[in-house]
């Protein structure tokens, strides 16, 4: 399988491409965001490198500018990248490494989270080679083999939320990361847990759900029970608009229906409910 690298250029993702770059299987992906005036630049750099190892290299360039939000950026972003996996069957490698947890977490915390976002980075379709080193891991391997790198000088402008978070992170000391790893280790093995359990409780065929299981579990778990219910129907929903659709479960009168977009509610009877999907 062809082992797609997203290279940004920045000391991380030159770091995870020197690590792999005898794998003869290796694409190297750079996508240009054109939100900086000298981000082609960035794009030479890569390509230079790709030749450098002997690795195939692809590229796009986006209509972003400078007023793009991080949102849209990632959206475009991957979404480049999942499509060159998809057309060189290969597998997506990024350099994510445990900085980029704790900002992750932080940041959802700030936002409003439940154990999912205290859980992140944990995509089973993305390969991060590098979430066990920390940002000092990165720069002494860039320092000892040598290695050059692009700066990317929006990381260090405070008006993003995530450089505003990673300059306060920075001050954590070794006992702090100590901790946080504990708690982040903890998080993804009770959340894998969580996940088994939904996986026992979530009806395969049945197309009808009883409304007092809804009523007796706790709305933690009746969240992720509904999560995993509307995800096999490819519905999403946020979490306030799940907490509404589990009260209609738990309290409407049968017959009544809670709507869950164009062609999707939640139909309720005396005592189970449907998710009914109109494909007409």
């Known amino acids: ?48 490198l790709a030749r450098k190892y002997h690795c195939d290299f692809v590229s796009e360039d986006a209509n972003l500018n400078a007023d793009a939000s991080e949102a849209e950026a990632r959206e475009a972003r991957y979404g480049f990248l999942n499509r060159i996996c998809t057309e060189q069957h290969g597998r ?17 915390i700030l936002r409003g989270t439940g154990w999912r976002g205290l859980a992140p980075l944990r995509n089973p379709n993305i390969e991060r080679p590098l979430l066990s080193w920390s940002k000092r891991d990165i720069y002494l391997y860039a320092a000892k083999n040598r290695l050059s790198f692009r700066q990317d000088q929006t990381n260090t402008e405070d008006v993003y939320l995530r450089n505003r978070v990673r300059e306060r992170l ?29 996986g026992t409780l979530t009806p395969n065929e049945e197309k009808y759900i009883s409304r007092e299981l809804f009523r007796k579990i706790d709305e933690e778990v009746a969240i992720e029970l509904l999560r995993e219910l509307l995800r096999k129907r490819s519905i999403s929903q946020t979490r306030p608009q799940m907490s509404r659709i589990i ?33 007409t």
């Open 1 to 48: 399988m062809r082992k797609i690298l997203a290279v940004s250029g920045g000391i991380d993702s030159v770091v995870m491409l020197h690590l792999l770059r005898d794998d003869p299987n290796i694409v190297v992906a750079h996508f240009n965001h054109n939100i900086r005036c000298n981000s082609a630049e960035d794009c030479d750099f890569v390509a230079r």
């Open 92 to 108: 997506l490698y990024v350099a994510h490494h445990k900085d980029d947890i704790y900002e992750t977490i932080a940041i959802n």
């Open 170 to 198: 920075r001050f954590l000391n070794d006992e702090q990361r100590k901790r946080l790893d504990y708690l982040y280790q903890r998080q993804c093995e009770t959340g894998a847990e969580i996940n088994q359990i939904i």
């Open 247 to 279: 009260d209609a479960i738990r309290t409407y009168q049968a017959g009544k229906q809670f709507p869950l977009g164009k062609n999707a509610c939640v139909k309720v009877t005396k005592y189970h409910f449907l998710i009914k999907i109109d494909n």
